[in-house]
């Protein structure tokens, strides 16, 4: 078994910053997310779940969205088994409770199904 805790989330001014991290456990996660890669989604109120990007865990690959590429970065740290989210220059659309997720292959790392393990999500506020 996987846990995921998201931790990082509050009140911003539009422009500013904010990092997100979520922090793995579980017994066998490091062999577990050798293969896999570990994304960050978001959920505003009346919307769907929308991926904002991934990291592949064994390479450190990275894949953003086009709505924050340019403005968010994804990192990892495996000793830590902790993955990053910052968030630079803020805007009130990225108000949302964002989410890590883990276990879903490359190539369909955009879709929310295809994850095995989800954190409790951690909300993002960004005002205007």
């Known amino acids: 078994q996987v846990q995921l805790v998201e931790s990082g989330g509050g009140l911003v001014q539009a422009g500013g910053s904010l990092r997100l991290s979520c922090a793995a456990s579980?017994?066998?996660?490091?062999?577990?997310?050798?293969?896999?890669?570990m994304g960050w989604f978001r959920q505003a109120p009346g919307k769907v779940r929308e991926f904002v990007g991934a990291?592949?865990?064994?390479?450190?690959?990275?894949y953003d969205a086009d709505s924050v590429k340019g403005r968010f970065t994804i990192s990892r740290d495996t000793a830590n088994n902790t993955v990053y989210l910052q968030m630079n220059s803020l805007e009130p659309e990225d108000t949302a409770v964002y989410y890590c997720?883990?276990?879903?292959?490359?190539?369909?790392?955009?879709?929310?199904?295809?994850?095995?393990?989800w954190g409790q999500g951690t909300q993002v506020t960004v005002s205007s």
């Open positions: 579980g017994r066998t996660f490091s062999t577990y997310a050798m293969g896999y890669a």
């Open positions: 997720a883990a276990g879903a292959y490359v190539g369909t790392m955009t879709r929310t199904h295809n994850y095995d393990y």
């Open positions: 990291i592949t865990w064994s390479g450190g690959r990275t």
